[in-house]
């Protein structure tokens, strides 16, 4: 079964700097991978997948994430963090068919002025 | 983009009763729908999936009779919360899902039962 570690509940950074967050899985097929942002007393937003063909990939608000098969990683990036990044993130994998995306823990993003 | 909305957004009630919570795909068909929870400061936790037409199949350890889920058409899925008790005080989240990568989460219900 498939299961997500996010490093770190909570990850503090200064307006302005590189926000990195990350993600390892554990699948025994090719995933699908997922980020996600909560913010409080919210439902979850989309903020990027992978599903095939570049690794790297691009969402919204500056977000990108890059695939590394090799690592089994999928690290969350931002090169600037701005205040209204402030909110919870997780990452998700499914590996494939219709079954549930499996969550990791996720990762409190405080961003200090 | 995709939305999905839920209502009430909020819910307080007394405990003994029963609490419907509602999820709608506005502008897709959702070939599934999940309910999850999440408690303070901790991730989702899946309690049932359920596709239209069909029983929902609910995690373990979560009460069936307890949490009715009704998938009644392609954009319309209910959590009935029945005889609520305090320890049912949580936030309760829908999801809709298109296509396995497509999911897109409802803004969540916070239930309070005194």
């Known amino acids: 079964a498939q299961s997500v570690t996010q490093l770190g509940s909570h990850v503090s950074v200064s307006e302005g700097a590189l926000v990195l967050l990350r993600c390892n899985y554990s699948?025994?097929?090719?995933?699908?991978l997922f980020w996600y942002v909560q913010y409080p007393n919210q439902g979850l937003q989309l903020l990027l997948k992978?599903?095939?063909?570049?690794?790297l990939v691009k969402g919204i608000n500056g977000f990108e994430a890059e695939f590394k098969k090799s690592e089994t990683s999928f690290h969350l990036t931002k090169p600037s963090a701005h205040m209204s990044d402030a909110a919870e993130y997780f990452c998700?994998?499914?590996?494939?068919?219709?079954?549930?995306?499996?969550f990791g823990k996720g990762t409190r993003l405080s961003v200090i002025a | 983009g995709a939305v999905v909305s839920q209502h009430p957004s909020w819910v307080i009630c007394k405990s003994g009763t029963s609490v419907k919570i509602e999820c709608r795909s506005l502008?897709?068909?959702?070939?599934?729908m999940f309910w999850y929870r999440q408690f303070p400061k901790q991730s989702l936790m899946l309690m049932a999936t359920?596709?239209?037409?069909?029983?929902?199949?609910?995690e373990q350890g979560v009460e069936k009779d307890k949490f009715l889920i009704n998938h009644a058409s392609l954009t319309l899925s209910t959590l009935t919360v029945t005889s609520a008790h305090p320890e049912d005080s949580s936030f309760y989240i829908c999801?809709?899902?298109?296509?396995?990568?497509?999911?897109?989460f409802g803004p969540g219900t916070r239930l309070t039962v005194t």
């Open positions: 999801s809709a899902r298109q296509v396995f990568y497509e999911q897109y």
């Open positions: 699948s025994s097929v090719p995933p699908y």
């Open positions: 359920s596709n239209e037409g069909s029983k929902a199949t609910y």
């Open positions: 992978y599903t095939t063909g570049a690794t």
């Open positions: 998700a994998v499914i590996d494939s068919g219709n079954t549930p995306l499996v």
């Open positions: 502008d897709f068909q959702a070939t599934t």
